[in-house]
C-alpha cells in the first residue's frame, strides 16, 4: 500500500533544519505569496481579504482505546478556506507536525491550486496529529472512522458540500474507511461515493488517481522547460531525455515523478528519504531501488557503488538540473537556497520552500514551478473521481466500442481506396478506443498544458516570477466567481 507522501520527514519537521528561526510559519508563507500577488491583481479589497481569510475550522478531540487497556486522546482538524464553489476539496494527513496553522495554510493552497487548474472547488484540509507508524492498522481504522464520525456530524464531509482524499501518511485504505464510515451516517445518499476520493478501484476510485500527482508534476516540469524564455535563463535544453533529476521524498508524489522522469530519458541521480538520501551521478534504477527500500526499509545496503548521504537533506545541494522536493514544507529555506544546484524546481510538495528562499533562487535565475501549479495533478483526477462517482459510470463505457466502430469503418474505406490493407497490429493500433486510464492521463496533460501556458501568459504580462502569476491568476479566478459571472473554473 503506498501513501500520499509515504515518509514523513518527522526529524526534519520538528527542527526545521533548512530554515531560519525568522523565517515564516506555513501559513504565513502562503499569506506572504498571495499579499504579492493580489497587489498587482485587479481587484478591490474587501474582495481580497474576503478571498484570503479561512471560512471555517474545526478541532476535535476524541478518545480511542489502545488495546493495552489504555486511553489516548487523539487531536484532528479539518479546514474549510473557501466556499465559493462547492463542494469543498483536499486531503487528509496524518503526521505529528499537524496543527492549526499547518492545516489552515494547505486549505488555502487548496482553494488557489484549484482555481489555477480550473477544477470547480473550494479548498480544505485536514489533518490527525498522529505518527501513523506508531499504530496498527486495527487502530488507525478506528481512529480513522472516528474522526469521519466528527466530520459527518459537524457536516464537514458529504459529495456536495467537502471532499477529502489522500495526503501525506493516508492512502486509498483511509479513503475506503472514511466512505465506509460516511455510507453508514447516510445511508439513502446515492452519491456517497463522491464523499471522498482516492479511493481503491474497487470502492469508486478511478484510474490514473494514484499515479496522477507524480505524473503532473512531470507534465509541468515538461512544459516550462519547453518555453524558450526557461531554456535561455536555465541554459538547459528544453528536452527531459539526457536531464537529470533529483527527488526528495520517495512516497506517492515522488516515486512517480521519479518514474515518469526515468521513463522519459531522464537520469534520476538523487532520491532523498527519511534516515538518508542515495546519490549516482551515472543515474539511479528508480523501481529496483523503490523495491529495496520497501524490502528493507532504507536504501542503505542497496549497493557498494553509489553513495549513501547521511543526513538526508543534503541531497537537495547535489549536481542536477531539475530537483523535486516531494516531501514536507519547509524543506528549501534561507540555510540552504543558496546552495541549491538545480536549474528548475518543480514542487512536488505543498509549500516546501520559503519566501526568503524562493526570492533567493529568483535572484540566482532558478525557475520554480509552484506547488499549486506543479502538484496539482492530484486533485485534477480527484476531479475526475468525483465525476465518475456522480455520473456512476466508469469513463470510456458508453464511447469505446462506438469509437472503435467508427475508426473501423473509416479504415476500410481507406483501404479500399489505397489499395492496400492494414496488417492487423496497424489495425489495432489506429482504431483502439480508450480506456478509463486513457483518458484520465490525456484529461490530467491538457489540464497541465494550459495551465501552464496561462501561468507563463501572467508572468508575461505582469513580468513576475511563475508562483506570483499562478496566485494572480487564481485570485481573479476567484474574484470573477465571487462576482457571479459563471462558469469560467470549467472552461
Ligand atoms: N492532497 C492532495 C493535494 O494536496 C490531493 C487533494 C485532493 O485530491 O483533493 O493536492
Known amino acids: 500500500m503506498i501513501h500520499e507522501n509515504f515518509f514523513i520527514f518527522p526529524h526534519l519537521a520538528a527542527t526545521q533544519n533548512a530554515c531560519e528561526p525568522h523565517e515564516p510559519q506555513f501559513l504565513q508563507s502562503v499569506e506572504s505569496y498571495f499579499d504579492r500577488a493580489a497587489k498587482l491583481s485587479d481587484i478591490a479589497g474587501g474582495t481580497l481579504s474576503h478571498l484570503r481569510a479561512v471560512d471555517s475550522t474545526i478541532r476535535v478531540t476524541f478518545p480511542i482505546e489502545t488495546g493495552d487497556g489504555k ?31 499547518e492545516v489552515e495554510a494547505l486549505a488555502s493552497l487548496m482553494t488557489y491550486k484549484c482555481a489555477v487548474v480550473n477544477v470547480p472547488f473550494g479548498g480544505a484540509k485536514g489533518g490527525i496529529k498522529i505518527d501513523p507508524a506508531q499504530y496498527t492498522a486495527e487502530q488507525l481504522e478506528r481512529i480513522t472512522r472516528r474522526y469521519t464520525m466528527e466530520l459527518c456530524q459537524k457536516k464537514f464531509i458529504g459529495p456536495g458540500t467537502d471532499v477529502p482524499a489522500p495526503d501525506v501518511g493516508t492512502g486509498p485504505r483511509e479513503m475506503s474507511w472514511i466512505m465506509d464510515t460516511y455510507r453508514q451516517f447516510n445511508p439513502d445518499d446515492v452519491n456517497a461515493a463522491g464523499c471522498v476520493t482516492g479511493k481503491p478501484l474497487s470502492q469508486g476510485g478511478v484510474r490514473g488517481r494514484t499515479e496522477a500527482t507524480g505524473l503532473g508534476v512531470y507534465f509541468g516540469v515538461r512544459e516550462f522547460l519547453s518555453y524558450p524564455e526557461v531554456q535561455k535563463i536555465t541554459g538547459l535544453s528544453g528536452k527531459i531525455a539526457g536531464s537529470t533529476v533529483i527527488v526528495q521524498g520517495f512516497g506517492n508524489v515522488g516515486y512517480y515523478a521519479a518514474k515518469f522522469f526515468e521513463e522519459n530519458g531522464a537520469k534520476v541521480v538523487g532520491i532523498g528519504e527519511r534516515d538518508c538520501a542515495i546519490y549516482d551521478p551515472h543515474g539511479l534504477k528508480v523501481d529496483e531501488l523503490y523495491q529495496h527500500h520497501r524490502d528493507t526499509g532504507s536504501f542503505r545496503g542497496y549497493s557498494d557503488t553509489v553513495e549513501i548521504i547521511n543526513d538526508s537533506v543534503q541531497v537537495l545541494e547535489r549536481e542536477c538540473d531539475i530537483l523535486i522536493p516531494a516531501a514536507l514544507e519547509r524543506q528549501i529555506g534561507l540555510r540552504n537556497a543558496d546552495k541549491i544546484k538545480a536549474k528548475i524546481i518543480g514542487e512536488g510538495a505543498n509549500g516546501p520552500m520559503t519566501p526568503g528562499a524562493h526570492e533567493v533562487l529568483e535572484k540566482r535565475g532558478v525557475v520554480v514551478v509552484p506547488d499549486l501549479l506543479a502538484n496539482a495533478g492530484g486533485v485534477v483526477v480527484s476531479y475526475f473521481e468525483w465525476l465518475k462517482n456522480l455520473s456512476h459510470v466508469r469513463f470510456g463505457r458508453m464511447d469505446k466500442k462506438w469509437d472503435e466502430s467508427v475508426r473501423t469503418r473509416l479504415l476500410r474505406v481507406i483501404e479500399e481506396n489505397a489499395g492496400r490493407v492494414l496488417t492487423e497490429a496497424e489495425r489495432k493500433a489506429l482504431i483502439q478506443g480508450a480506456e478509463e486510464q486513457d483518458l484520465v492521463f490525456s484529461g490530467l496533460e491538457d489540464t497541465m498544458i494550459s495551465s501552464c501556458e496561462e501561468t507563463r501568459q501572467t508572468a508575461k504580462l505582469k513580468n513576475v516570477d511563475y508562483r506570483t502569476a499562478a496566485y494572480i491568476n487564481a485570485i481573479q479566478k476567484i474574484a470573477t466567481s465571487y462576482e457571479g459571472s459563471g462558469m469560467l473554473f470549467m472552461t
Open 71 to 101: 486511553t489516548e486522546v487523539i487531536e484532528g482538524y479539518r479546514a474549510q478556506h473557501s466556499r465559493h464553489r462547492l463542494p469543498v476539496k483536499g486531503g487528509i494527513r496524518y503526521s505529528e507536525e499537524v496543527d492549526l496553522q
